[in-house]
C-alpha cells in the first residue's frame, strides 16, 4: 500500500525548473509535517525542505536546507495533505532521487530522516549541464 507517493520528476538542463508533487492521503491535516529528501548514488538522505500546519499555527511554518534556500519552494494544499516542492535554477549537482515523507501528529517541522514514518518511492531529477 502505497502511503506517499511523488510525481514530477524527470530531466532538465542546467538553470532550468522542475516541480515536484506529493500526496499523502488519509491522514489527518492537522499537526502534518510533509517534506522532501534527496539522495545521490554513495551519498546520505538529505533533508532539503519542509512544512508544517500544527493546530495552533496560522499559516504553515517552511524549513530550508541552505544548499536549496532561494532556489527551491515547498508549497501544500494542507486540506488534502499535497505538498509541492518548485525547484528552480536547477544544477547537475541537483540531480539525485527525490523522496516525499510524511509526519502526521507532528509537533513542529524539521529535515531530519528519523522524523518521518511515511515515505514515498521517489522520483529521479537529473540536471545536465
Known amino acids: 500500500q502505497v502511503q506517499v507517493a511523488e510525481s514530477g520528476g524527470g530531466s532538465v538542463q542546467a538553470g532550468g525548473s522542475l516541480r515536484l508533487s506529493c500526496a499523502a492521503p488519509?491522514?489527518?491535516?492537522?499537526?502534518?509535517?510533509m517534506a522532501w529528501f534527496r539522495q545521490a548514488p554513495g551519498t546520505e538522505r538529505e533533508g532539503l525542505a519542509a512544512?508544517?500546519?500544527?493546530?495552533?499555527?496560522?499559516?504553515?511554518?517552511?524549513y530550508y536546507a541552505n544548499s536549496v534556500r532561494g532556489r527551491f519552494t515547498i508549497s501544500q494544499d494542507n486540506a488534502t495533505n499535497t505538498a509541492w516542492l518548485q525547484m528552480n535554477g536547477l544544477k547537475p549537482e541537483d540531480t539525485a532521487t527525490y523522496y516525499c515523507a510524511a509526519d502526521p501528529g507532528a509537533d513542529n517541522g524539521a529535515l531530519d530522516v528519523w522524523r518521518y514514518t511515511l515515505w514515498g518511492q521517489g522520483t529521479q531529477v537529473t540536471v545536465s549541464s
Open positions: 512544512i508544517y500546519t500544527g493546530i495552533y499555527t496560522d499559516a504553515p511554518i517552511t
Open positions: 488519509g491522514y489527518p491535516s492537522s499537526r502534518m509535517c
